[in-house]
Every structure is written in C-alpha cells, then in structure tokens.
C-alpha cells in the first residue's frame, strides 16, 4: 500500500486541536471515525441511560426492595445514572459549548471528568459485590444464605460510596473553577495547587487497580455462575426423567424460575461488566507501558480518541441493564408494564 505523507489537523474536545503528521492515511480516518463515535453514537446511549435508569429507579421503589440483590440493583441504578449525568456534562462542555459563552469548556471537563470517573467507579465496585455476593449464595448456598441481608448490603453500598469520595477528595482539593475579573470581562479558569501532578498519579494507579480487581473478581464470578446453572440445568433434568420429583410441574418450574432469574439477571449484567470494562484496562496498561501513550505526549491524538470511544462503552454498560431485568426478571417485567398500562 502506498504510504501518503499527509498533516490532517483534528479538532478534539472543544478548544483542544491537536496536529497530527503521519504518513499513514487510515490511520487518522481511524482517528476521525473514533472521535465520531463520541459525538454522535455516545450521546444516543446517554440518553437511553438516563431514562432506562430512572425507569429502574421507580420499579425497584415501586418492589419495595424486599432483598438484597434487588437493593443492590437500585444502589447501581442510582450511580449509573448520576455517572451518566456527569459524562453527558463532559460531553457538552468538550463538544457542544457555545462560543459566546466566557468559559473554556475544557476548563470544565478538566473539574467534571473526576466526578464521573468516581461515581464510574463506584458503579464497578457495587457490579463487583453483585456478582461476588450471588456467586457465593450459589456456590455455598447453607454458608452465605442470611449473610447477604438488605441491612448489611446497604452498609456495603454506604462504603463504596464513602470509599469512592475518600479516593476523589484530594483531586477535588487540588483543583476547582475560579472567576477572573478585569476591566473587559469576567470569565472561569482552572486554579490548581503545586500538589495536583502527585495526585494525578495516584488517581492514574487507582484507575489502574480498581478496574483490574473488579475484572478479576467479576470473570471468577461469572465462571461459578455458569458452572452452577450447568449443573443445575443437568440435575434438575435427570430428576424429571427419573420420575423422582414429587412436586408439581407448575411448583417445580416456578421454584426454579424463582432460583435461576436472580442468577441470569446477575450473570448478564456482569458479563455486560466485563467486556465493556475491557477498553478501559487496555487503555490503561498501554499508558503504563507506553508513557507516551497519554495527554500532551507523542500519541496524545489516538489516546484521546480512544478514550472517547471508552466512555461510549462505559456508557453502553451502564445503558443496558434495564433490558436484562425486562427479559429475565419476572417480577421487575410485571411491576414496568402495571406502570406503564397505569400511565
């Protein structure tokens, strides 16, 4: 193929231009068609988010959240959507700022990208828990049944929460927005202490860490819930072809609907988990081997690009769950439609 020396300039986020000279062509189409991703695809499931969330929201209300995993799911509900806020907030002021207004939307993004990022990550750690919780309730079902109560999961979730803000609070220290006044104008801009650049490394580790454990946890998880709906698919179908089973058809099937659906719903949402967390992880080690791999560095133009295209993703995460309670949560699909036939 022949090669083409070529200087294309490719405006990202707002302000920010960067340019780029390189002589392969399709690779700054590949760069383009990222960022086009953000701009357009990204903000689509943003919104899908935001309305599925606060659906989930006024179901799980509307169940009384009478257990533990169905209080877990209102918890991450909750912070999806407030981290869906906070990224379509990064997208508007990186994409959709007005000119006139006397702001540098980039000096925004700067302050609202770690909200999101917290509030992402405190979404992970409740995944996380989700899935460790029903992966031991079916692994050791007499061990852990009355160790997950609604009480002792809502302290988990209060921790996550609090963790997630005591890992934020120094970069929420470090940096924040200040008016600027002389005799023309007023306009914001980003104040920041000489501690901000020893802060961002650490945040970078974390961003590193957090992401690595949850997969890891969440991947064995996965592998125990699978093993256990094998083998109890196979159990279950050995016992009616020997006659053995002295319930109902129609108790046996409902007892095990009962049993299986909080594990199919746990296991997709977690399986959704993994392979959209998976951008982020090679997004992360690629900068840890690669330090011009980052912001203002060599390959500043296709990190950023590849970072637009990571949030789509976490986006896409944090957007689909509502499908995977309407199509295996009986009690969740019944409570949405008595909902939606009353409006």
């Keep these: 193929m022949e090669l083409i020396n070529i200087s294309a300039e490719i405006h990202l ?21 990222l960022i086009m991703v953000g701009i357009v695809i990204q903000p689509v499931f943003i919104f899908i988010g935001v309305v599925g969330n606060l659906i989930n929201i006024v179901v799980f209300l509307k169940m009384r959240l009478v257990d533990s995993i169905t209080l877990c799911f209102f918890f991450l509900s909750c912070s999806d959507l407030l981290s869906l806020l906070f990224l379509f907030a990064l997208r ?27 509030l992402y990550d405190v979404s992970q750690m409740l995944t996380s828990y989700i899935a460790l919780q029903k992966c031991c309730c079916v692994a050791l079902p007499f061990t852990f049944k009355s160790t997950f109560t609604r009480l002792r999961s809502s302290l988990v979730a209060a921790c996550i929460a609090v963790s997630a803000i005591i890992m ?7 940096q924040g927005i200040q008016v600027i006044s002389d005799n023309a104008t007023t306009r914001l801009t980003l104040w920041t202490t000489s501690s901000r650049s020893d802060v961002i490394l650490v945040i970078n580790f974390w961003g590193l860490l957090l992401p690595s454990v949850c997969q890891i946890l969440v991947v064995a998880s996965l592998i125990v819930l699978a093993s256990s709906l094998r083998s109890s ?25 009962k049993e299986t659906q909080a594990v199919y719903v746990t296991s997709f949402v977690a399986l959704i988990y993994v392979l959209c967390n998976t951008p982020r992880l090679m997004i992360s ?11 203002f ?39 949405f439609f008595v909902l939606s036939w009353r409006q």
Excluded: C, W
């Design 233 to 257: 698919s196979h159990f279950h179908k050995s016992i009616s072809q020997k006659g053995d089973d002295k319930v109902a058809p129609e108790r046996r099937a409902t007892k095990r609907g």
């Design 285 to 295: 080690y690629a900068s840890l081997i690669e330090p011009e791999f980052n912001l």
């Design 92 to 118: 508007f002021t990186t994409d959709f700022m007005p000119e006139d207004v006397r702001m540098d939307g980039l000096t925004i993004a700067y302050v609202i990208v770690f909200y999101y990022l917290m």
């Design 13 to 33: 986020q707002g302000n920010l231009s960067v340019t780029v000279y390189d002589d392969n062509f399709f690779r700054i189409l590949s760069i383009k068609a």
């Design 297 to 335: 560095k060599l390959y500043t133009e296709i990190y950023i690009a590849l970072n637009i295209f990571r949030n789509t993703v976490e986006a896409v995460n944090t957007s689909l769950n509502i499908f995977v309670f309407l199509k295996f949560n009986r009690k969740y699909r019944r409570t």
């Design 168 to 174: 934020y609070l120094p970069i929420f220290t470090a």
